[in-house]
């Protein structure tokens, strides 16, 4: 099973960027889908974009044209591009990846955006 480690979230102000990166063990996470999701205080776990493995990717309506999924299989990394932010982006930043049989989560980074 594949361990997660996310990296990358901070502070930044509205209309700023970050760029949160996912980096897993082992030699199978090109198998991998990969998602990020995010859970902002008092609020359900939302998915935020997803790629699958090979390349497939997916948004959330409220992310579309501001944040971007990619995947590096060569460094066992994924990361989300996430431009013009906005004070509702704050919240939890959590990586998933999942195959049909095994799911792992990451630990979280918290972005906070600022008005």
């Known amino acids: 099973q594949v361990q997660l480690v996310e990296s990358g979230g901070g502070l930044v102000q509205a209309g700023g960027s970050l760029r949160l990166s996912c980096a897993g063990s082992?030699?199978?996470?090109?198998?991998?889908?990969v998602g990020w999701y995010r859970q902002a205080p008092g609020k359900q776990r939302e998915l935020v974009a997803s790629?699958?493995?090979?390349?497939?990717?997916n948004y959330a309506d409220s992310v579309k044209g501001r944040f971007t999924i990619g995947r590096e299989n060569a460094n066992n990394t994924a990361y989300l591009q996430m431009d013009s932010l906005k004070p509702e982006d704050t919240a939890v930043y959590y990586c998933?990846?999942?195959?049909?049989?095994?799911?792992?989560w990451g630990q979280g980074t918290q972005v906070t955006v600022s008005s």
């Open positions: 082992g030699s199978t996470f090109s198998t991998y889908a």
């Open positions: 998933n990846a999942k195959t049909v049989y095994r799911e792992s």
């Open positions: 790629i699958t493995s090979g390349g497939r990717t």
